[in-house]
């Protein structure tokens, strides 16, 4: 069982930043490919990144960047000139096995029947932009 953490979560003015982390404990995540998503009270789930096990990565929006640092078992998504509409709870989660094809990860961030694969989930952490 993979147990994913997120932390980084906080209040922030708009055109701030917010670095987020998912870590996990007890597994390594080097073989995982994992996806940040977030939800808004009201809102429909969205997709934000996706990371490769080998670092091939995507977001949804140029604001967002997506890492990971298996020396700290870690994934990372970087989030800069936040805007309010960006307040939501964000989640990682990884996927059962890693994915033959980068379309996988890309896809699932985009609405895609993907994201229905992602196993594993983090209770996430909050993020909120105002003023």
């Known amino acids: 069982q993979v147990q994913l953490v997120e932390s980084g979560g906080d209040l922030v003015q708009p055109g701030g930043s917010l670095k987020l982390s998912c870590t996990a404990s007890?597994?390594?995540?080097?073989?995982?490919?994992i996806a940040w998503f977030r939800q808004a009270p009201g809102k429909e789930r969205e997709g934000v990144a996706c990371?490769?096990?080998?670092g091939q990565a995507d977001s949804v929006d140029g604001r967002f960047t997506v890492s990971r640092d298996n020396a700290k078992n870690t994934v990372t998504l970087q989030m800069n000139n936040l805007r309010p509409e960006d307040t939501a709870r964000y989640r990682c989660?990884?996927?059962?096995?890693?994915?033959?094809?980068?379309?996988?990860?890309?896809?699932?961030?985009?609405?895609?029947?993907?994201?229905?694969?992602?196993?594993?989930w983090g209770e996430g952490t909050q993020v909120t932009v105002s003023s």
């Open positions: 007890g597994v390594s995540l080097d073989s995982f490919a």
């Open positions: 990371i490769m096990p080998y």
């Open positions: 989660a990884a996927y059962p096995r890693p994915p033959d094809t980068s379309y996988v990860c890309f896809d699932s961030i985009r609405g895609g029947m993907h994201q229905y694969m992602l196993r594993y």
